[in-house]
T-cell receptor, first 111, second 107 residues
Framework: DVKVTQSSRYLVKRTGEKVFLECVQDMDHENMFWYRQDPGLGLRLIYFSYDVKMKEKGDIPEGYSVSREKKERFSLILESASTNQTSMYLC??????????FGPGTRLLVL | RKEVEQDPGPFNVPEGATVAFNCTYSNSASQSFFWYRQDCRKEPKLLMSVYSSGNEDGRFTAQLNRASQYISLLIRDSKLSDSATYLCVVNPPQLVFGTGTRLLVSP
């Protein structure tokens, strides 16, 4: 059974803090993605990775960075959290068929 | 023009009704199409892929119209459990998600 897990379901951080969101998949997929989802804006791609140590910017990479040291793990980093980064963050990995499998999401609140 | 556009709804229908959603896309080179379902406060999950010839899965029928660049989802005999947001997804270059159409099925 396909599984994508995210390190936290809910997080509360303060402005300026460094935030790490971790994502792990157990399907040996090469492609992994980080999205944020906001009301009325849908899912927006932040970063994606085709392979270990490879990363590509998505549509809204500003204020974020990523790390892919191992195939199964893709981390999203907010170097200095800001209130406009309050959102739902969704990690996904993609099968060769094109189907994306999502993690349960992390609701981040930045105060 | 947005890459993928959907009517946000909500569509309010009674149990047993038939309801249809459309989704338009702007990239004529798009090759893969999907419908995802997202329940409140949950992650999106694949409902069905959309094939060129159209395809059916139980009460759900998906169709693709390349000439007019839209895909559709038809739900027959709506159940209360069908209440969710339905996301249209188009690929390539990456998967592009629509903002979703909210469906509310009432008793």
């Amino acid at each position: 059974d396909v599984k994508v897990t995210q390190s936290s379901r809910y997080l509360v951080k303060r402005t300026g803090e460094k935030v790490f969101l971790e994502c792990v998949q157990d399907m040996d997929h090469e492609n992994m993605f980080w999205y944020r989802q906001d009301p009325g804006l849908g899912l927006r791609l932040i970063y994606f990775s085709y392979d270990v140590k490879m990363k590509e910017k998505g549509d809204i990479p500003e204020g974020y960075s990523v790390s892919r040291e191992k195939k199964e793990r893709f981390s999203l980093i907010l170097e200095s959290a800001s209130t406009n980064q309050t959102s739902m963050y969704l990690c996904a990995s993609r099968a060769s068929s094109g189907t994306q499998y999502f993690g349960p999401g992390t609701r981040l609140l930045v105060l | 023009r947005k890459e993928v556009e959907q009517d946000p709804g909500p569509f309010n229908v009674p149990e047993g009704a038939t309801v249809a959603f459309n989704c338009t896309y702007s990239n004529s080179a798009s090759q893969s199409f999907f419908w995802y379902r997202q329940d409140c406060r949950k992650e999106p999950k694949l409902l069905m892929s959309v094939y060129s010839s159209g395809n059916e899965d139980g009460r759900f029928t998906a169709q693709l119209n390349r000439a007019s660049q839209y895909i559709s989802l038809l739900i027959r005999d709506s159940k209360l459990s069908d209440s969710a947001t339905y996301l249209c997804v188009v690929n390539p270059p990456q998967l592009v998600f629509g903002t979703g159409t909210r469906l509310l099925v009432s008793p």
